[in-house]
């Protein structure tokens, strides 16, 4: 007995120690943060064994969530090898998949548990964006960031990397760290020097993701604060001024920066005025034809990496006429399909889709639990603006009319599952908090 306690302490404060770092490693050296987030999920799964603790097993969108990835590991039996020597997949990629919902339910149920460990990785959070923003102001300004790299070549603000990948990340994290950020000013600086200073913090940041170049995080982010004004109504007209606003930022930008200018606006106009046949386009025609042509259970995971290239595919738009082209041929193929919905579609067909959805709704609605809440004072403020920062963190990672990445591939995926899990952690907490309450009444 006691060298099991010794040990579920040990599995618990390490991975408390783990889930703590890892913004910094999704910041910079990935691989090390799938390894973390692989570790907690094993820790998890050790703990529940020993402790007999399986009760997270009985929420519905963790039904719903293995129910989905047992689909797909079914639908990727017939394509893929167990160590993906075959060019139609990988089985053991599809297992491994797991390990993002384990560590989803760890952060929910047990790593993140204690409120101070929540504010703890919610500074650590808060600094990671905090040190992405100043590198995309030091590329701004002196036209390199903190590690001597430039910006891109086509002007986009790159932050502390080499290429265009801050923006998206920093569109997730910056929504609860912007938010929060705002509710403590408001409280903090009464009347209207509150909402001066909270009206300056929204438009930094809408600024910055202008600045930045990157078109759809720019929108998803801008998206993101208009969702949050549903339980944040303090913030409904500062937001609305912010709106009102941003077109002239925009404007702006062609003079201190034409390059993210032209970038967000320029290629963005050219592009929409011919989206059928920009890469965009082509990208998602082929993901439809690939999934019509295999409704039921798809092509298996990551089946557009493996089967895009395969000529059977090669039509346009309808793909059963024979003079609509051939799509774009293999040249368009790229290894996801830009939307987790398409990629849901040709992974594991009609079914796969639907469970997808259904675990998306679900998580949302168990996210939306207690945001209603009335806060009386600072602290709890801001932690429910944080609260909803993560909602809204989540609901525009989902949004189906974007662009995306691969749904687990690092490290935007990696700083999803994490937002999702901490969202999660805080709703649970509040859920126990309410039946806590009710026994005390009774």
Partial sequence: MYKNKKLSNFLEYTSIGATIILPIFLTHFRGIADGLIAYIAVCFLLYCLIKKEWEWTKQVWVMLA?????????????????????????????????RFLLFVVSLQQWVLKENKYRKWLAYVISVCAIYILLNMLSQLIIGYNFLGMPRFYDGTLTGPYEHPRAAAPLSRILLPVTLSACAYLLYRFKGWTGQFYTLLCLLFTVAIMILAGQRMPFALFVFGLGVATVWLKHLRILALITAVITPVIILITAFVSPESFNHLV????????????????LVYVRALVMGIMNPWAGLGYDAFKHACSNSIYFHGWPFWDINSGNGGGAIICLT?????????????????????????????????KGLNVIATTRSEAVQKAWCVGLFAAVFIHEWPFS????????PLGGWFFLLLG?????????QSKIKESEKEHV
């Fill in 66 to 98: 293995f129910a989905w990835w047992g689909w797909l590991v079914i639908c990727t039996i017939p394509f893929g090898s167990f160590f993906g020597y075959e060019p139609n997949g990988n089985l053991l990629q599809a297992i491994g998949t797991m």
């Fill in 403 to 410: 662009s995306t990445s691969n749904f687990v591939n690092m």
């Fill in 336 to 368: 996801h399909p830009h939307n987790h919905y398409l990629q849901a579609f040709i992974d594991a067909g009609i079914p796969g889709l639907l469970l997808f959805i259904s675990v998306v709704v679900s998580v949302l609605v168990q996210l939306s």
């Fill in 422 to 430: 901490m969202g999660l952690a805080y709703s649970w907490d509040y």
């Fill in 266 to 281: 320029t290629h963005f106009v050219n592009q929409m005025a011919n989206f059928s046949s920009s890469p965009y386009g």
